[in-house]
């Protein structure tokens, strides 16, 4: 289904920003660490808020994909299940119609 599709490759997308902001995270809190400072200093502080806010954004929207896609797993999955269930039964129909001719 198309539309699952890129579900999929949004929720990817959205991963791959994530995990960039995190290494972005990982080198900004590699500086104090490398200079053996345990405190960062005012503009390391509004860097890491901001790295912080944008993670925790990607991470609601990446539940709500999450929560999309696996509705719309339920939706593909259940016309798959109709769609068989009708082919057997007009399968099982064309054959009582032939045994009772």
């Not at 405190?39 to 808020?49: M, R």
């Not at 709500?64 to 399968?91: F, K, N, Y």
Request: glycine content about 2%.
């Amino acid at each position: 289904m198309e539309f699952l599709d890129k579900l999929r490759a949004q929720l990817r997308t959205r991963l791959d920003e994530r995990a960039a902001k995190a290494d972005e995270l990982e080198a900004l809190l590699a500086v104090p660490a490398s200079e053996e400072r345990s405190e960062l200093n005012e503009l390391e502080t509004t860097q890491f808020a901001e790295i912080r806010g944008v993670i925790a954004g990607i991470d609601e929207e990446t539940v709500e994909l999450r929560a999309r896609i696996t509705e719309m797993e339920s939706v593909v999955a259940a016309d798959q299940e109709a769609r068989a269930e009708a082919a057997h039964l007009g399968e099982a129909d064309a054959t009582e119609a032939r045994v009772s001719v």
